[in-house]
């Protein structure tokens, strides 16, 4: 995969776990070959043989990110999404690598539609494509995945998305086998009677517009059960999308404890409020659903003192019919691949490199993706990298989006951070913000 | 007024002149030949995704005795379940000319995503638990006329009593009467509770209910001069509201024993219809205060006023009785 061309970036900022330099970084055989200050010097002009220069004046070079929660929507829901189309968006976002949710059609549950799953990834060949797989068996909560089959085709990550375990013994025997199989249990944590017919956030906007609420304790119920599942049985587990103050607090526990557990949380959950709702638009209608600024401020918190290890999109695309209904036929969801960095740099109050740490490197940890992704900028690594503008001012535009489905919540928001190059594998893929012909 | 989607939209003067009209609708009604021509050419369609008979034939005699032509639209018999989205069908009855919907649906907020998708005037007939602002329209105007009160309700005390959480008709009826100047009080048990009143984590500035609360009817029954009761649903046994319809009979239901207890002139109101047993344990036939035939029959004069102050000749409160064709 790698280009024989070699690269020059010059004149950016190297941001790395370890500190951050001014420094240029030459790319060659899909490797970083030398970061320096001023080492551009050494090589050729472009027009005359030289590497292909990037101009990093003003940007941070650092490694590309990693999205722990996508949904692609292929196979099954190709009118709202592809895995094409998504890794376009996930390219532009800044990405490397996307989890690939399982709750597709059908779901993946097996090793064939984990497989195609991965090969129509490498196909599109913009970003990797890492295939996670349900617990149970189309994500019914009946019957468990086969854990062994899956795992030995190399699938760390395992979630029903969408829904939460419900079933306490099923959950379980899950953890069992997470324990011997090393993997990683994702919960999207819901007690679904809690939440029937739930639209919103239960709290004063709900009571006010009269619509059935979503309350926090649905997801604070499951996050303690499961914690104690941890425990017990030693398993590592993942907290999907944090939506509540108290979920915080009890992950912030829990790792005091030393319990094996990571979280993550949306840019929407830390930006927007259920306030949104009051004008009854089906694009702020996500599961979990966006609670009050007490619940942001809380969220805001947990991602800068560390509580809180990623930033995960949740990239939900739906197509315009499926969201131009009511609000309680309208499935739940929104874009964030196109956003997040906008969002984080503007709305999360973490530094650059805190952020930096949230959608990249952290999450290339939890995803067991280090041998490709979320590495240091430096010689001898794969040349997995973005280059941004951490204080470029934008607003998202219906015209920039380039996933099939339209519903972003960010329009006429004010966003910061902006993504002008990606490198995948030593090739310049994204180049002042567009996708490289 | 374009549209008529939320009594929270509605200044306690807009308020006052629909009232006020309504009185002319209501005078109208008591002609031998109860129809003007206000409404000549103009089309008002019924868009009822959710079962009202009450609701649709109290629009639809409104919309007539205005002259105004009328289509109905039943979701039963449409093909919004078969794939066609909601949007597609608004957009193509619109195209056919339309210039009011009246909507009634299960979800809070359709009407006002449907002011997206036409140019015509939409009223809310009815939105989930949300609104209904032409009930709450229709029960000021009974109230206030009742009591002689002119457009005004300043010092009564209202009980309103039962499914408050799941109710569109408390929604919007607290709202007018509190405009009104009248004292509510939310007789419930907690579940049967917006969960903001109930909740303490869930404080905010924004959405207040400027009411008091409370759990027990006997306490109030001595203190009130208007109770109001809402239509107790049996599913909600199902979710665990209430233990069992017996129960909420026994304990918020007004029985004879507890119209003991109200002064002699109270006035009963209830939105219909009602479930005899349950909230209601007496004959309101029986009850001289009781206002729920008016309530009905209010209906017709206050729509008739809805829909003269969003499709008239620019009916104005200044214009006269004859430039509005009245
Ligand atoms: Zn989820
Ligand atoms: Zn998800």
Redesign the pocket.
Known sequence: MSSNKSVLITGGTVVNASGEVLADVMIDQGVVQEVGPNISAKYAAENKGGPQRIDAASCVITSAFVDLHTHLREPGREESETIETGSRAAVLGGYGAVVAMPNTEPAQDSVAVVEFVRMQGERAGLVDVVPSACITVNRAGLQLSPFHSLAQNGVTLYTD??NGVQDPVIMRRAMEYAKELNITLMQ?CEVSRLTEGAVMHEGCCSSHLGLPGWPSIAEVLMLQRDLELVRETGAKMHF??LSTARSVELVRQAKNEGLPVTAEVTPHHFSLTDEKLTGFNTVFKV??PLRTMEDVEALRTGMQDGTIDAIAT?HAPHAAHLKDQDLLAAPPGMLGLQSALGVALKYSGCSVQRVIDLMSWAPARIAGLTARQGNAVASGNIANLVVFNPAAQWEQSLEQIVSKSHNTPYLGLPLQGQVQYVVRDGKVIVEAGVIAK | MKHLLSMDDLSLGELQQLLSLADEMSEIQKRSQPKVPALRHKTVASLFFEDSTRTRLSFETAAKRLSADTMTFSAASSSVNKGESLRDTVETLSAMGVDAFVVRHKTAGLPLAMTQWTDAHIVNAGDGAHQHPTQALLDAFTLTRALEMGNSLAGVRIAMVGDIRHSRVARSTVRAFVLLGAQVTLVAPASLLPPSLIYSNATHTSHEWPVSISHHLDEVLGEVDVVYLLRMQHERMNAAFISSVGEYALHFGLTPKRMAKLPHNFKLMHPGPMNHGVEIGVDPALVPGSLITQQVTNGVSIRMAVLLSLLGPAATSEMTKEERNV
């Open positions: 998305d969408g999207h999907l999308h599961n979990p949740d």
